[in-house]
């Protein structure tokens, strides 16, 4: 079981990234949630998507900027971040919950709720 992320890199404010995220092996349904972590802060959640219905969950602080779509396999789940800013500038991560049977969990936002996690992938905005 394993998630591996790709994409990130660098933006301008205002600009655009994404990050998706692939899992693997799984043998049971989970949910993907989103993460972040910024130099000297803690790991702060910002929204997840339940693979069993495809809804979406988000963060106030990532609300209307940030979105989650997943594939039609759905084995791959993309973060799609508009808008940026230089707050946004952190490694972010995606992990898995396998607990609560492709449903985002009302903690979705605490990173104890997830079992699995991608090894992070830096995104940096800067002008």
């Known amino acids: 079981v394993h998630l591996v992320e790709s994409g990130g890199g660098s933006a301008q404010p205002g600009g655009s990234l994404r990050v998706s995220c692939v899992a693997a092996?799984?043998?049971?349904?989970?949910?993907i949630g989103w993460f972040r972590q910024a130099p000297w802060k803690e790991r702060e959640g910002l929204g997840c998507?339940?693979?069993?219905?495809?809804?979406?969950y988000f963060r106030d602080s990532v609300m209307g900027r940030f979105n989650i779509s997943m594939d039609s396999a759905k084995s791959t789940v993309t973060l799609q971040m508009d808008s940026l800013n230089n707050e946004d500038t952190a490694v972010y991560f995606c992990?898995?919950?396998?607990?609560?049977?492709?449903?985002?969990?009302?903690?979705?936002?605490?990173?104890?709720?997830?079992?699995?996690w991608g090894q992070g992938t830096q995104v940096t905005v800067s002008s």
């Open positions: 092996e799984f043998t049971s349904n989970y949910s």
């Open positions: 998507i339940s693979r069993a219905d495809g809804y979406t």
């Open positions: 992990a898995a919950d396998t607990r609560g049977k492709g449903y985002c969990s009302a903690g979705y936002y605490y990173p104890d709720e997830y079992d699995y």
